[in-house]
C-alpha cells in the first residue's frame, strides 16, 4: 500500500515539475491527471476488494466441503454404534464448529483488509490533491516572478 502512496505522490510530482518547466497554464492538465489517478486509485481499491472478498469465498467453499465430508464421517461412524463411534463424532461435530470459526473469521479479515485498503487510497488522494495544489501554486508563482523579471528587463532596455 506504501508503494502506491509513493507511486501518487511521485506521479503529481511529475506533472507540476512538467507544468513548472513547459511554463504551460497546466490547470487542464494537472486536472485531466489528478481525475485519471483517482479513477486508477479507485479500481485499484475495488480490485483489492473484489480480491479479497474472492478469497474469503473461497475460504468458506473450502471448508463447507470439509464440513460436508465431516458430517458424512460422523454419520458414518453414528451408524457403526460403537461408543468409539461416538467419541469420534463428538470429536468432528467439534472440528466442524472450529472450521465454520474459522471461515467467519476469514470473512471478517476480508472486508477489514477491503476497508483498509480503501481508507488508504482516500488518503492518497487527498495528498494527491494537496500536491497538485502546492505544484500550481508554485507554478503559479514561478510565472509571476518570470513576468516580473522581463518587465523589469525590458524597462531597462527601453
Not at 489517478?37 to 480490485?47: I, K, N
Not at 467453499?61 to 453414528?78: F, L
Amino acid at each position: 500500500m506504501k508503494n502506491i502512496l509513493v507511486l501518487i505522490v511521485i506521479a503529481a510530482l511529475a506533472v507540476g515539475a512538467y507544468v513548472f518547466f513547459t511554463g504551460s497554464e497546466g490547470g487542464d492538465t494537472l486536472d485531466g491527471a489528478m481525475d485519471k489517478m483517482s479513477e486508477a486509485a479507485g479500481d485499484a481499491v475495488d480490485a483489492a476488494k473484489d480480491a479479497g472478498s474472492a478469497a474469503a469465498d473461497m475460504a468458506g467453499d473450502a471448508v463447507d466441503g470439509a464440513k460436508d465430508m465431516a458430517g458424512d464421517a460422523v454419520d458414518a461412524a453414528k451408524d457403526a454404534g460403537s461408543a468409539a463411534a461416538d467419541m469420534a463424532g463428538d470429536a468432528v461435530d467439534g472440528a466442524k464448529d472450529m472450521a465454520g470459526d474459522a471461515v467467519d473469521a476469514a470473512k471478517d479479515a476480508g472486508s477489514a483488509a477491503a476497508d483498509m485498503a480503501g481508507d488508504a487510497m482516500d488518503s492518497a488522494k487527498e495528498m494527491a490533491g494537496d500536491t497538485v495544489d502546492a505544484a500550481k501554486e508554485a507554478a503559479g508563482d514561478a510565472a509571476d516572478d518570470a513576468k516580473a523579471k522581463a518587465d523589469e528587463m525590458a524597462k531597462d532596455a527601453g
